[in-house]
């Protein structure tokens, strides 16, 4: 079965500062992996995505990830934390092939990130 | 933007009744899903719905849970006789052909409290 790893409940960052949230993943095959943000009372919204391609993914808000296979990481990242970053963030995998495990997304428990000013 | 919208954004129900939970996704998407968090946990996935049927359903999604897409742009998820258990953060999503591969768009989702 597919799963995904936030080793950390809790990451705290001071703004200007860079900040990593660590990911990592089990599914068979090729992985299709994506990063959520939630903030208080609201949805989970897209931050970005890796299909295939540049193991750098670019995405929303100056976020981006690295996909490294040999890891089985995706961890998220930011050159320059705001506090407007403090939000809960979710790491998701989606296997590629049916059979090999489940078209649908599976979460992370979540990784709260706090931005201290 | 297009967004996915759920209503209502808040219900309380008596455990043993029925409560149904409305969604309208994107309008020109042909997946949709709910996903459910309980307090303090993970988002997991309950069930896929295309092409009028459903596609795929976890464990979670037994026989007390159904879903509809009763007109050309509703989304409901009906639990028949709730428990206590079922007190939770609903999401409800849609995706564009590809199925998820271009992306899974949530909507602000409906928070449960079965008393």
């Known amino acids: 079965a597919q799963s995904v790893a936030q080793p950390e409940d809790q990451v705290n960052v001071a703004e200007g500062n860079p900040l990593t949230v660590k990911c990592t993943y089990s599914v068979s095959g090729n992985p299709y992996l994506f990063w959520y943000v939630q903030y208080p009372n609201r949805g989970l919204q897209f931050l970005l995505k890796?299909?295939?391609?540049?193991?750098l993914v670019k995405g929303s808000y100056g976020f981006e990830a690295e996909f490294n296979k040999s890891q089985t990481s995706f961890h998220l990242k930011k050159p320059s934390a705001l506090v407007s970053d403090s939000a809960l963030y979710f790491c998701a995998v989606r296997a590629t092939v049916r059979g090999a495990g489940s078209y649908q997304l599976t979460f992370g428990k979540g990784t709260k990130l706090s931005v201290i000013p | 933007e297009p967004e996915v919208t759920q209503t209502p954004s808040h219900q309380v129900t008596q455990m043993g009744q029925e409560v149904i939970l409305r969604c309208v996704p994107i309008?020109?998407?042909?997946?949709f899903y709910w996903y459910r968090q309980i307090l303090g946990q993970k988002v997991e996935f309950l069930v896929s719905?295309?092409?009028?049927?459903?596609?795929?359903k976890s464990e979670i999604f037994d026989d007390q849970f159904s879903v509809e897409r009763p007109d050309g742009s509703n989304f409901t998820l009906k639990i028949r006789s709730t428990k206590l258990e079922d007190s939770a953060m609903y999401f409800c999503?849609?995706?564009?052909?590809?199925?998820?591969?271009?992306?899974?768009?949530f909507g602000s989702g409906t928070r449960l409290t079965v008393v």
């Open positions: 999503a849609s995706s564009p052909p590809g199925q998820g591969v271009y992306g899974y768009t």
């Open positions: 309008s020109n998407h042909l997946y």
């Open positions: 719905f295309y092409n009028n049927e459903i596609s795929e």
């Open positions: 890796y299909i295939t391609g540049d193991n």
